[in-house]
């Protein structure tokens, strides 16, 4: 197996699970703990739903630290037996249905992976962990071992023109996939005040970056510019989200994952409100330095019918991380953007590779019905 093949690490070698790494975040995430640290292995759990890819991690699972089983994390007897034999220390729950969008037309699906998915692991880690009972009835735990639940700014709803969401605002989701991130946030927390059990979560602004899935605002308007098509801006383009490239949200993981304090939730957040519409255009005009073409992409702009229940402002207050844990964002947004947009022009094959049947036919039906 894998792990007889692995080599002799030192003491502090962890064993991680890692949920959903063949989606966009948690690949990102498993290729910074994989680069940055010699002294872990990692087991990837994921579905390969349409938006797991396993070519953006095919590097990485060659790798003799880095071990891939493809499953269900709402699989018991899988998750069982995958504690029994790896004896994980970490586990770090990326796995979901992520796509507002498509949660509004199967609310289901997100209920049961994101909210049921979350409480299987919980349940089977739980199995693995309890060592005992403490003297008031409350399970002991093994030493070094710790849930690490990958939630959203999304929880907390929407806000006005002023303010931040910090830890303590109040959760008010508005979509079906915020309601269920919800819902699975407060199942972990139940974990901890029942049963003690080690727990943290983060609760991040939108990502963007490499491995992207196609279907999100930014790398949806890149290919769209590039192959001609229109670039569907939703109302009136004057959303705002706050943008926070990839990988600092990867180095924000593991300095949670390995520092954070139990029974705590972090917002990740890089103070970088954008409205739609700005981020649009600026992908236009860089696609028009780097590509240049007659006219400018600006052109293909198309207003669509809006989101439903759309949230219109999201900003994340993330002092807590910076003064707590030290970490700041190291990319700005008009740095990040820029590598964004050469990436997907000079990672064309996984673009390719992504573009799946299954994603076509979501496209026709989703734009098919808004234009
Ligand atoms: P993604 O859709 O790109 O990837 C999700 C991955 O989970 C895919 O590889 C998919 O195959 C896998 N998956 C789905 N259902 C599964 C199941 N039942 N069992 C096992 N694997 C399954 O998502 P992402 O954008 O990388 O988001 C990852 C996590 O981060 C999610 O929990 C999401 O809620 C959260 N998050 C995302 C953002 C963002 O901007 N994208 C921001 C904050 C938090
Ligand atoms: O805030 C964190 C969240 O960010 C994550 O929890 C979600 O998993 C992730 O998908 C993302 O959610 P959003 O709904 O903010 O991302 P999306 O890329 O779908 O949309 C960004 C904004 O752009 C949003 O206001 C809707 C708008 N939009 C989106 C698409 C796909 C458009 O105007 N046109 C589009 O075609």
């Known amino acids: 197996s894998l792990h007889d093949a692995l080599p002799i690490f030192h003491n502090c070698m962890k064993t991680y699970?890692?949920?959903?790494?063949?989606?966009?975040?948690?690949?990102?995430?498993?290729?910074?703990?994989?680069?940055?640290?010699?002294d872990i292995k990692v087991v990837i759990l994921d579905a390969l739903t349409y938006a797991g890819n396993l070519g953006t991690i095919a590097k990485d699972i060659d790798d003799e630290r880095c071990f891939f089983v493809k499953g269900d994390i709402c699989d018991r007897i899988l998750?069982?037996?995958?504690?029994?034999?790896?004896?994980?220390?970490?586990?770090?729950?990326?796995?979901?249905?992520?796509?507002?969008?498509?949660?509004?037309?199967?609310?289901?699906?997100?209920?049961?992976?994101?909210?049921?998915?979350?409480?299987?692991?919980?349940?089977?880690?739980?199995?693995?962990?309890?060592?005992?009972?403490?003297?008031?009835?409350?399970?002991?735990?093994?030493?070094?071992?710790?849930?690490?639940?990958?939630?959203?700014?999304?929880?907390?709803?929407?806000?006005?023109a002023e303010g931040f969401f910090t830890e303590k605002t109040p959760l008010c989701p508005h979509s079906p996939y915020s309601a269920s991130k919800t819902s699975a946030d407060m199942v972990v927390m139940a974990y901890h005040d029942t049963y003690k059990m080690p727990v943290t979560i983060t609760r991040c602004s939108n990502n963007y970056g490499p491995y992207h899935f196609p279907e999100k605002l930014i790398p949806l308007v890149i290919l769209n510019a590039l192959d001609g098509k229109p670039l569907p801006v939703y109302g009136k383009g004057d959303q705002i989200r706050d943008w926070l490239y990839v990988e600092d949200h990867a180095r924000a993981l593991?300095?949670?994952?390995?520092?954070?304090?139990?029974?705590?939730?972090?917002?990740?957040?890089?103070?970088?409100?954008?409205?739609?519409?700005?981020?649009?255009?600026?992908?236009?005009?860089?696609?028009?330095?780097?590509?240049?073409?007659?006219?400018?992409?600006?052109?293909?702009?198309?207003?669509?019918?809006?989101?439903?229940?759309?949230?219109?402002?999201?900003a994340i207050d993330a002092s807590k991380m910076s003064a707590e844990l030290d970490w700041q964002p190291q990319e700005t947004f008009e740095s990040g953007i820029r590598k964004t947009v050469l990436w997907y022009l000079e990672n064309q094959q996984w673009v390719g590779n992504v573009k799946s049947g299954a994603y076509q036919s979501w496209i026709e039906q989703n734009y098919g019905e808004r234009a």
């Open 79 to 160: 998750a069982d037996e995958l504690f029994a034999k790896y004896k994980f220390d970490y586990v770090v729950n990326f796995a979901a249905e992520s796509h507002v969008d498509r949660s509004i037309e199967n609310p289901q699906l997100f209920l049961m992976t994101n909210i049921l998915g979350t409480q299987n692991l919980l349940d089977a880690a739980r199995r693995a962990w309890v060592t005992g009972k403490d003297e008031s009835g409350y399970p002991t735990w093994r030493n070094g071992v710790r849930y690490h639940q990958v939630s959203t700014d999304e929880v907390y709803g929407s806000l006005g």
């Open 17 to 38: 699970l890692v949920t959903g790494a063949a989606g966009f975040i948690g690949a990102n995430y498993i290729k910074y703990i994989l680069a940055k640290h010699d």
């Open 254 to 314: 593991y300095t949670v994952v390995t520092t954070g304090v139990m029974g705590e939730t972090y917002n990740i957040g890089g103070h970088n409100e954008k409205q739609n519409l700005e981020v649009v255009h600026t992908i236009c005009d860089l696609l028009d330095e780097m590509v240049p073409k007659a006219g400018s992409y600006r052109d293909q702009i198309t207003y669509v019918a809006d989101r439903p229940g759309h949230d219109r402002r999201y």
